[in-house]
Structure formats: structure tokens, C-alpha cells
């Protein structure tokens, strides 16, 4: 992720593994991450692994996205690519 151009924004992230009746049973959210306005910012990556979550997990949600800060006036938000979720066994 990273500001679509020098104006203030902010990024959130938060990707919860989710038991059948779709409550959480783990949850990743870390703070938010906000871009200074007038500052250029390097793409930057986030990962995150699940371990030791017990069983009982039947869906996942992810989601994520950024906006301007509430003292910008234009929609420049922020750009996010090649987002995923793996899932992969734990032998």
C-alpha cells in the first residue's frame, strides 16, 4: 500500500479467521498507518501469519482500504495492490 499522491491519508487492515456461526476466532488488526501530507512514501508490504488458532475456522474475512485524513478536501485515498489471503496446512 502506499498514498496515491502527497496528500494526507490513512491505511487499515484487518483479516479475522471466522468459526461457522461467522464469529472470531483469531484477529489480525494492526493500527492504522497514516501518510503526512507533503511527505513522498515508498510502497510498503504487510504480511501476517495465523498460528495456534485451534480448530473450529470455516471462513475468513479481509478486509482493508485507506482514505484521505479528515483534513483533505480531494479523494487521492490510497493505492493497494496484489492483496491476498493464503491458506496453507500446518504439518
Known amino acids: 500500500y502506499a498514498p496515491l499522491s502527497d496528500c494526507g491519508s490513512e491505511y487499515q487492515i484487518c483479516?479475522?479467521?471466522l468459526?461457522?456461526?461467522k464469529k472470531p476466532i483469531?484477529?489480525?488488526q494492526?493500527?492504522?498507518v497514516f501518510f503526512q501530507k507533503g511527505k513522498m512514501y515508498p510502497w510498503r508490504q504487510m504480511?501476517?501469519?495465523f498460528m495456534n488458532y485451534g480448530p473450529g475456522v470455516r471462513f475468513?474475512?479481509?478486509t482493508h482500504?485507506?482514505?484521505d485524513t479528515k483534513?483533505?478536501?480531494g479523494q487521492h485515498g490510497i493505492q493497494v495492490t496484489n492483496s491476498s489471503v493464503e491458506i496453507c496446512p500446518t504439518e
Request: charged fraction near 40%; aromatic fraction near 12%.
Open 15 to 17: 483479516v479475522e479467521l
Open 19 to 21: 468459526d461457522e456461526k
Open 26 to 28: 483469531s484477529t489480525f
Open 30 to 32: 494492526p493500527e492504522k
Open 47 to 49: 504480511t501476517h501469519v
Open 60 to 62: 475468513i474475512r479481509f
Open 65 to 67: 482500504g485507506g482514505k
Open 71 to 73: 483534513f483533505q478536501k
